[in-house]
């Protein structure tokens, strides 16, 4: 019909700008680190663009619903405050015809997002760290400033005096953090090097020449004095068996929920994230309709109290999935049930109202 291709017109565009503008708000945080690593460090566009693309599937398992939520209470509002949900109810139209629009664009949603979610965001979240760390190697000399402190690389602060190249240092001063739990820090002093990288292999070497290494225990100290001295620095690059469970393929995440606890909340992540697609797109028509003419304004306020209470929940039950309060499936999907159970009542609600009838 004419009607719910309107509808589901203004819908559809309503759900493109917010999520244009949420997938902004939440590049930011990222866009901080990479404008830090990346401005003024000679970084190639083509780079900075994968980067770009390979974030927007985590992106968009966060907006896609919000999006949902919010473009429908903005629709829906918009109708009830221009009298057109009294219109309709008045040539015989149900609430199911009323929210045609709005189940068909969830459904569709919510198959996109699970297949992003399944399939799309393990591969691109890896390739999203490969790509960085590639390009940190590529362009590792280039993160280095002369008479500045970089943090860049893994547990190391570097502070180079003079460059007299783009390769080579003069006057370097190295701090590493032990890695693991019994290993202490030491300080690296040399009198110039030279700073090589293998962008296939992911490893960056610094050769240092004339210098000493400080290290530190917590009643004693040593130091060594060395004629030149190859110190790795760490990217970060994980090894497959070390990826975390974001980088994890959704099939081995099924084979191994069972004996680990990181993969089992991730892997119910996944799957419970798509869903918030149909519940928000059953609960905010059947909502909007029951609120009255509470316009765009009104209708953005209750969806963003909606939006932050889903998150607020998912974030506990997580919290509480990592702590063995609660299993991974609860922790997951209690905010699921929770709203589920909410839009049950209120899509009940909304369907016994009958329409109006013709006089």
């Not at 700008?17 to 404008?35: D, H, N, Q, R």
């Not at 999203?128 to 390009?135: A, C, D, I, R, S």
Request: glycine fraction near 6%.
């Amino acid at each position: 019909m004419i009607i719910h291709k309107s509808i589901l017109k203004e819908l559809t565009k309503n759900m493109s700008v917010i999520i244009f503008s949420l997938s902004i708000i939440l590049f930011m945080e990222k866009f901080v680190k990479l404008t830090k690593l990346f401005m003024g460090k000679g970084a190639d566009l083509l780079d900075i663009f994968k980067i770009f693309l390979y974030i927007q599937p985590s992106i968009l398992l966060l907006s896609v619903p919000m999006a949902i939520l919010i473009s429908i209470f903005l629709t829906y509002g918009r109708m009830a405050s221009d009298n057109e949900i009294i219109v309709l109810k008045s040539t015989g139209m149900t609430f199911l015809g009323i929210s045609r629009a709005a189940f068909t664009l969830s459904f569709i949603s919510f198959a996109a997002l699970l297949f992003i979610s399944l399939y799309l965001l393990p591969r691109s979240t890896q390739a999203f760290n490969h790509t960085l760390h590639q390009t940190i190697v590529k362009k590792a000399s280039m993160t280095l400033e002369a008479e500045s402190f970089s943090d860049v690389f893994k547990g190391t602060v570097i502070f180079i005096k003079k460059m007299p190249s783009q390769n080579t240092f003069n006057g370097i001063f190295v701090y590493r953090e032990g890695e693991k739990a019994g290993d202490n820090p030491f300080v690296i002093v040399a009198e110039k090097g030279l700073m090589s990288s293998d962008p296939d292999e992911g490893l960056i070497k610094l050769t240092m020449k004339n210098g000493s290494i400080h290290s530190y225990k917590k009643d004693s100290s040593s130091e060594i004095s060395f004629s030149e001295y190859d110190f790795i620095l760490n990217t970060g690059l994980k090894a497959s068996k070390d990826a975390k469970p974001d980088e994890i393929s959704t099939s081995k995440l099924w084979e191994g929920r069972k004996s680990n606890l990181p993969w089992a909340i991730e892997l119910n992540r996944r799957l419970a994230l798509p869903f918030a697609c149909l519940i928000f797109g059953f609960l905010a028509p059947a909502l909007s309709q029951k609120t009255g003419k509470i316009g765009k304004l009104g209708g953005f306020s209750i969806s963003l109290t909606i939006i932050i209470l889903y998150y607020m929940f998912l974030i506990m039950g997580e919290g509480l999935s990592k702590s063995g309060g609660l299993s991974p499936f609860l922790g997951s999907w209690l905010p699921n049930i929770f709203f589920s159970a909410i839009a049950a009542v209120f899509v009940y609600i909304a369907y016994i109202d009958k329409p109006l009838r013709k006089f």
